[in-house]
């Protein structure tokens, strides 16, 4: 009886002594048994000599993200929130205007000094307002505080076309300067007011920029 | 140099166990290429990729389940598990058995060389008898194909592949022998004479 079966498993050293010294007992006085054996090693032989392929990319699945994507993604926020606040300060502080018929509607003013320039007067108000509610005693208009007793008086005949008047004590010393020198009026309407910097719209771009940011990174971190 | 070597690959192994996704990668990055190797043997070149990737993605995310001594065989566990499921999800009838009936070995199962041939002796280093090799192969069902990529190419143990391929140590012996057999025989079949043991 040849130990067929049993001469792979000695080829690859896996019988226990007492198997191992059994076929070697028979592989002594059989001829036949060797040359299957020799055939059975070629083959392993051949099998261990194939060529390895290799893969065309990494195979590696990404598990880990680069240490400094947490840290860039928390500056990314904080500099949208920064920028988002300057964003809001510069616009307050420049008195953005919303529409564009603020100048046109100031340079009438000085042609029609009683009449005319509260009505336009009202109109530069009621953009005004919007954003200048609280920040236009500061907006360096040139306000000239004497003007306030005036403005008092403009203002209890004008509330019902003005949005909100509360404060709004640049509007109508704008209208008085604006009856008294046309040219300063229509410089007045121009932005001569500091600003934060840039036009307020380079902040909000760049809080909108670092928002898109953060966004992404903040993904790409719960991802992983 | 081996010892500090698996020493290494111990600590490893510990720390991706705890989470470490840098050093589960770096492990990976070790055995991505006999991975690929043996799935292409398996599952051929265009699905190959795909069992390794799904394979260590499914490994990264059972790392607390491996308890084992062998990372390796673990891994490759895995990935013969991907490619034997891929290769059943192609046949049309998943029922039918992956390995033959078994069969009595004897003188009969030795095929005999065809007509005396030219002398091949220098074989093991001809293109030729390497492509008889590799289309024998893949005409082995699947799990005596998977026992014998382990063991010849890998070399893997036989206690191992038992582990990797989750059956008794018995049919991983009798599965190497009948794909070591089906190969020899092709070859001799083209006029192969064996190489001296």
Redesign the interface.
């Known amino acids: 009886m040849?130990p067929?079966?049993e001469?792979?498993?000695y080829i690859?050293d896996?019988l226990d002594p007492t198997a191992k010294a059994a076929v070697e007992t028979h592989l002594h006085d059989c001829a036949v048994c060797?040359?299957?054996?020799?055939?059975?090693?070629?083959?392993?032989?051949?099998?261990?000599?194939?060529?390895?392929?290799?893969?065309?990319?990494?195979?590696?699945?990404?598990?880990?993200?680069p240490l400094w994507l947490a840290p860039i993604r928390t500056l990314a926020t904080l500099a949208s929130a920064a920028a988002l606040f300057l964003f809001v300060a510069s616009a307050a502080l420049s008195g953005l205007r919303f529409s564009t018929g603020a100048a046109p509607a100031a340079a009438p003013a000085p042609i029609a000094p009683n009449a005319g320039a509260p009505a336009t007067s009202v109109g530069a108000a009621d953009r005004g307002t919007g954003l200048s509610a609280s920040a236009s005693p500061a907006a360096g208009f040139a306000v000239n505080p004497s003007a306030s007793p005036v403005p008092e008086a403009q203002r209890s005949t004008q509330t019902d076309a003005t949005k909100t008047v509360t404060g709004t004590a640049a509007p109508p010393a704008a209208r008085e300067d604006a009856a008294t020198t046309g040219p300063a009026a229509r410089t007045l309407s121009v932005p001569e007011r500091p600003q934060l910097g840039p036009s307020p719209w380079v902040w909000l771009v760049l809080a909108v920029g670092f928002g898109a940011l953060a966004l992404v990174l903040q993904r790409r971190l719960r991802a992983? | 140099m081996k010892a500090a070597a698996s020493e290494a690959n111990a600590l490893l192994v510990q720390k991706a166990r705890q989470g470490d996704?840098?050093a589960?990668?770096q492990l990976?990055?070790d055995v991505?290429?006999p991975?690929?190797?043996l799935a292409?043997?398996m599952v051929g070149?265009v699905d190959?990729?795909d069992v390794?990737?799904d394979a260590?993605?499914a490994a990264?995310r059972s790392l607390s389940s491996f308890e084992g001594s062998s990372f390796r065989a673990w891994i490759f566990r895995i990935a013969t598990n991907r490619a034997l499921d891929r290769l059943r999800s192609r046949r049309r009838h998943p029922e039918l058995p992956l390995d033959p009936p078994a069969e009595e070995?004897?003188?009969r199962?030795?095929a005999e060389p065809a007509a005396p041939g030219p002398e091949l002796a220098d074989?093991?280093?001809d293109r030729e008898?390497?492509v008889v090799?590799?289309e024998a192969?893949t005409t082995l069902p699947a799990e005596q194909r998977a026992a014998?990529?382990l063991?010849?190419?890998e070399g893997f143990?036989?206690e191992e592949i038992a582990i990797i391929t989750a059956v008794e140590?018995g049919t991983v012996?009798?599965r190497?022998?009948r794909g070591?057999?089906a190969?020899?025989n092709a070859?001799?079949a083209r006029g192969?004479k064996?190489?001296?043991?």
């Open positions: 040849h067929f079966a001469l792979s498993a690859d896996a060797r040359t299957r054996l020799g055939e059975l090693r070629g083959t392993a032989r051949l099998i261990a000599a194939l060529p390895a392929a290799v893969p065309s990319r990494s195979l590696v699945p990404r598990v880990s993200v992983a | 996704a840098r589960f990668e990976a990055r991505e290429r991975l690929y190797r292409v043997r070149q190959a990729e390794v990737q260590l993605l990264w070995d004897d003188d199962s030795w074989l093991a280093a008898a390497l090799v590799e192969l014998l990529l063991r010849d190419i143990a036989y140590i012996k009798s190497i022998h070591r057999l190969v020899r070859l001799v192969w064996g190489s001296a043991g």
